[in-house]
């Protein structure tokens, strides 16, 4: 609860595939503990299915068609597409979006949001600057004058929505935060672990992406097992000297839960980072277009975080 005694009220920013597949964790857990309101609202970007707006019809088939169909949407779980609808009096965010929509997200929220809001962000990504790496957690921690924890794993989305078992990593600056987030999302088939580590679960996150590509290319040159597991071992001691080259206070002990080597071993044979680098080499089609022909509306994310990566390096004279 919070300060005031009141119920934590919960909102989600996102839909999409993992937004989906989550709002069916939230919404059930919500309706659980007494910490919470049950309803929550989901913020949905607005798309025509078919002749029908798409929140209409998540909220009559509990359901979204779209990204996630076949998976039921707990009742209690409200589609809204008003921005500033879904957070209205919300106590907790819930960021679940593409990281290149969180800069113009956060500039409609400011100035917009109860005083009591703490918020977990689920986005994998981060800005390059001038001096290094800016994650999203302080891009909306900075933006919005708010606490951000943050959530990584090995996490396919399509299975967690089934329930198949998986684990996931919260990282939290204030520890009855990253306990409360951890009742919000765990369950029996959604085992959260949570670590004093914010940046150090998001970049993992960001970062696993990267070697995932590598492991498509690998796979479609056909390259074999081996090269694959060689391209994983170095492309996460890669990922573990970077982090460590930008943040000081990464804890060693991220890179063992599910965030670290748990999520690069996942999403290097499961995710939509590896599946498009194969069809690129297959086919020699773009990255774009094979985002719009393969992912049904959902976004590319590691081919943005190796430019990022790729700008931040060739700034420090290290990417020879």
């Not at 390259?223 to 573990?240: D, P, S, V, Y």
Request: hydrophobic share 40%; aromatic share 8%.
């Amino acid at each position: 609860m919070t300060k005031e005694g009141v119920r934590e009220k919960v909102a989600l920013i996102g839909s999409g595939n993992w937004g989906t597949a989550i709002s069916r964790i939230i919404g059930g857990n919500v309706a659980k503990y007494d910490e919470f309101q049950q309803e929550v609202k989901m913020w949905v970007f607005e798309e025509i299915i078919n002749g029908r707006k798409l929140t209409d019809l998540i909220n009559e088939k509990h359901e979204n068609v779209k990204y996630l169909p076949g998976f039921t949407i707990p009742e209690n779980v409200k589609a809204v597409p008003d921005l500033l609808d879904a957070v209205h009096d919300a106590t907790i965010l819930v960021f679940c979006i593409p990281h290149q929509f969180a800069f113009d997200i956060c500039d409609k929220l400011k100035g917009q949001i109860h005083p009591s809001t703490k918020a977990i962000s689920l986005i994998k990504g981060f800005e390059s600057t001038e001096t290094g790496i800016r994650p999203m957690s302080q891009v909306i921690s900075e933006s919005l004058r708010i606490s951000v924890c943050s959530l990584s794993g090995a996490n396919i989305a399509n299975e967690i929505a089934d329930e198949k078992f998986s684990e996931t990593t919260i990282g939290f600056n204030d520890h009855e935060e990253g306990e409360l987030f951890k009742k919000l999302f765990e369950t029996k088939y959604f085992h959260v672990g949570i670590v004093d580590d914010v940046v150090g679960v998001e970049l993992c996150g960001a970062l696993k992406n990267v070697i995932a590509i590598g492991c498509g290319i690998v796979d479609g040159l056909k390259l074999g097992e081996n090269t694959k597991a060689a391209i994983i071992r170095i492309g996460f001691l890669e990922m573990q000297k970077f982090m460590k080259m930008f943040y000081s206070g990464i804890k060693d002990k991220t890179f063992f839960e599910s965030c670290g080597i748990a999520d690069v071993i996942a999403t290097s044979y499961g995710g939509r980072n590896r599946k498009i680098a194969e069809s690129f080499v297959i086919t020699g089609k773009p990255f774009d277009q094979l985002e719009k022909e393969l992912l049904q509306g959902q976004k590319l994310q590691g081919t943005l975080t190796v430019k990022e990566i790729n700008r931040v390096l060739s700034r420090e004279g290290l990417n020879d």
